[in-house]
């Protein structure tokens, strides 16, 4: 088999986004054959020794982190599997992700977190594993086990440790592994089978409603939890106002809380739904109005200081038969950047910079990780992106195996157009 080699990259002009480093500035890049971010040389290499991008209106960060994908991988492989959700995580301008462990079996042994950490794909899966045993909630998983084998977090996502005593020996054992303990945090005592917030649809089909306070009472019990063992805390998937305010308070309390939002979250409301259509459904549920403007607000004045996907392929047939026999999940990483950059910098005037590190500086930070940065002298590991393309979504284009999104047929503004790991320069077929 013949080996290709390896080629150096030029980009002659971008804006230059780094919130490692604060840069945002327009420049060039180049990156060596040998994969490192260097000054320009002059001359240039060959033609036949380069490859050059060079469009309008392009812009490179560090590669995006992701800490809230589902892969399926094993069990579900029929709506997703490792290299097709690592083909849509690098369609979307990520380089890392971090998987949930809700899979078949359940990740809570030593050699599915292997499995996962050392797949060779278009991006790294950094795992996160059980935080207890078959994420039954009863007994905590071998979290120094799963840690040794490269587990970068512990959580049950997918349900909540609802055993307060559960909760605080997962914590207590997370904290002397400096490892976060992540938490999906819905009681479901409160939630009770609901599905929707109450809004038109819900009335509409009688659907049972799934009330904010099983998640804001969540929150409530996770942060108890979190002050009484001094254990990092991240709180999945927020949707409500309240959540976020609670999350103020303990952060201003000085207690070591951070917490998600997804770009689903941030731009729709139940009161956006248009119909019975499964691909609206999702847990948590999309809040109210008041909500959306809560979310966006902790994610402004830096409460919610992570964005993230929970990207939940499940097949067409699945997700076809209406919001109450549907699945919970929608995917997400080939729009996130789109729909989020969409909301919070157009038009809720982010800065850039903050909107980046929410992407990439934080996400890493909270599983120990080191940025990619596009400092000269770095190994390479960058997303480029055209922020002003529009283009509709089709969900039959997507890398993923999935088709549940709730923007099919729309019009967005932003689009990835390649990834830069490991050496090696990946583009997506479009």
Known sequence: ?????????????????????????????????????QPVPNPLPAASKMVIIDRPNLTVMPGLCDVHVHFRDPG?????????????????????????????????????????????????????????VGRLG???????????????????DGSMIDHPEVMKVVMLRAKKLNRVVMDHAVR????????????????AFN??????????????????????????????HLSCAGSVELIREAQ????????????????LAAEDIPGNDGNWRMNPPLGLRTDVEGLRKGVLDGTLTVFATDHAPHTRESKSKGFAA???????????????????????????????ANWIVHPNQLIGLKAPTLEEGSLAEIAIFDLDQAWVVDPEAFASKSADTPWAGKTLRGLAIATYRKGKLRMPNR
């Open 1 to 37: 088999m013949k080996t290709e080699t390896p080629k150096a990259v030029y980009i002659p002009k971008a804006r230059l986004l780094d919130p490692t480093t604060g840069r945002d500035e327009e420049g060039a890049l180049f990156i060596s054959a040998e994969g490192r971010i």
């Open 76 to 132: 579900k492989t029929e709506a997703e599997d490792l290299l097709s959700g690592a083909a849509a995580a690098a369609n979307g301008g990520f380089t890392r992700v971090v998987t949930m462990p809700n899979t078949l079996p359940a990740m809570d042994t030593p050699e599915l977190v292997r499995r996962a950490r050392n797949a060779v794909l278009p991006v790294k899966i950094y795992p996160s594993a059980c935080a207890t």
């Open 138 to 156: 009863e007994a905590c998983a071998p979290l120094e086990h799963l840690d040794q084998a490269g587990a970068v977090c512990f959580t049950d």
């Open 188 to 203: 479901p005592d409160i939630q009770k089978g609901g599905i929707i917030r109450d809004c038109p649809v819900a009335q």
């Open 207 to 236: 659907l049972p409603i799934f009330p904010a306070e099983a998640e804001i009472e969540a929150v409530r019990d996770d942060i108890a939890r979190c002050r009484e063992t001094g254990c990092a805390l991240h709180l999945q």
């Open 252 to 267: 201003a309390e000085g207690l070591p809380v951070t917490g998600e939002v997804t770009p689903h979250h941030l731009a």
């Open 326 to 356: 549907a699945p919970f999940g929608i995917i997400g990483l080939e729009t996130a950047v789109a729909v989020s950059w969409d909301v919070m910098v157009r038009q809720c005037g982010m800065e850039p910079l903050q909107w980046a």
